[in-house]
């Protein structure tokens, strides 16, 4: 829950507590690095306040304002550390301008992650009383441990019936970890497989795997997971009565599968070429791949696993495609907010983690902005969404 505007006045000058951050300004690499590194100790809160961290930016160590310009685009500029991939899973966190007699002062509000530890570049976190260090193995354990208590997300919690033995755990070694970790974690000594499935939230401290881990490693995720595939079908025609020429389903743990998905995106998708302007080729697709891409890789990450076995499907008629992902619009996100930019919301925050350390997302948010720009780019009409509190649909037609 957010601080009053009161409250965050009270912490400004407070030199005491250990859930303070000050910094003067936001210039160069190196001070967005720290910012984002509280932001990673804060979400993980390892002395366990079960309350929000805040960073002022432009306030002195003895809580004054140092009269830094406080303007939407400093503003902005800190609300997309959120979303550039390198804090991960995306933690919760608000920013906001704070009055403080003439001069101002951005707060940047971070609420304990539901789903610890929270990495930043590959690196835990944490807070040890004033100060920010890299956390230790047994730290991360700790953390770890704590997911036990709380609410978690479907992809966090433990799968029934499930052990390490359903885990690709070549995948893991060879693709996986080298993604989401740097290579001085990589080298750290004395963490085991399993300690490090568990640190990543791929498996409990217990050695069950969690669901995420199912969805991004399993050898079989559908056994588990009723709803873990894509069904694809191509239809001669404009409507499901038509002839079938294609069906696939795309059941393969989380890396093949959506490459799998690329390919078969790839093959479907037709490309004219017509003499342009200076006797040059000028080559258009039917669809972009790229908004094809954001799309069903969206429908992927922010579909509903839980208590449902339907899967994302994929319908590839004679003039558009339709995208069906179940599960409705998520915490922030509403069936009437859908789509505005800036809002976004994830229920599945161990697959963002994945996605992003994959390459398969660029920057969290982006996808349906990338997309329309890519429709309208390749003079296509813009993507038509259906969003419903049980599911969420679009529709991309065919260009002109």
């Given amino acids: 829950m957010s601080r009053s505007t009161n ?154 019936g499930a052990t390490l033995g359903d885990l690709d755990l070549a995948l893991f070694e060879r693709e996986y970890l080298p993604s989401v970790l740097t290579s001085e974690v990589l080298a750290a000594n004395g963490r085991t497989t399993e300690q490090r499935l568990a640190s ?81 080729d000028v080559r258009r697709s039917d669809y972009p791949l790229a908004a094809l891409q954001q799309l069903t890789r969206n429908a992927i990450l922010h579909r509903n696993y839980e208590g449902t076995a339907s899967p994302v499907r994929l319908t590839w008629y004679e003039d558009r495609v339709e995208i069906f992902s179940p599960g409705g619009p998520y915490g922030t996100v509403t069936v009437e907010n859908f789509g505005q930019p800036g809002v976004t919301d994830y229920r599945n925050p161990i697959l963002a983690e994945a996605m992003g350390g994959l390459g398969f997302v660029q920057r969290f948010g982006a996808g349906l902005p990338i997309a329309r720009r890519a429709l309208a780019e390749n003079g296509s009409p813009p993507p038509e969404f259906t969003p419903d509190p049980s599911y969420v649909g679009v529709i991309i037609r065919e260009a002109a």
């Avoid at 069904?231 to 795309?250: A, C, H, K, M, N």
Wanted: glycine letters at 8%.
């Fill in 7 to 160: 409250d965050l006045l009270r912490m400004l000058p407070d030199l005491e507590t250990d859930q303070v951050e000050r910094k003067e300004s936001l210039k160069g690499g190196e001070i967005k690095d720290r910012i984002c590194q509280a932001i990673c100790a804060f979400a993980n809160d390892l002395p366990d306040h079960h309350s929000s961290g805040v960073i002022f930016v432009g306030a002195s160590d003895d809580g004054r304002p140092a009269g830094l310009s406080i303007d939407d685009r400093l503003l902005l500029s800190l609300a997309d550390l959120r979303g550039d991939g390198r804090i991960l899973p995306p933690p919760v966190m608000n920013v906001r301008r704070l009055e403080v007699g003439d001069q101002a002062v951005a707060a940047i509000e971070v609420e304990p992650s539901p789903s610890p530890p929270v990495r930043f570049n590959g690196q835990v976190w944490i807070r040890v009383g004033p100060r920010r260090a890299v956390a230790t193995a047994d730290e991360e354990r700790r953390l770890a441990e704590r997911r036990r208590a709380a609410d978690l997300p479907f992809d966090s919690r433990p799968a029934d």
């Fill in 200 to 280: 990543l939230r791929l498996a409990t401290v217990d050695g069950v795997p969690t669901n995420a881990g199912l969805l991004i490693l399993g050898t079989d995720p559908a056994r588990f997971i009723s709803g873990a595939q894509v069904q694809f079908v191509r239809v001669e025609g404009t409507s499901l009565s038509d002839p079938i020429v294609d069906e696939r389903r795309l059941t393969s743990a989380l890396p093949d599968l959506l490459r799998e998905l690329d390919e078969l995106l790839r093959l479907n998708i037709r490309t004219s070429v017509r003499i342009g302007e200076a006797l040059r």
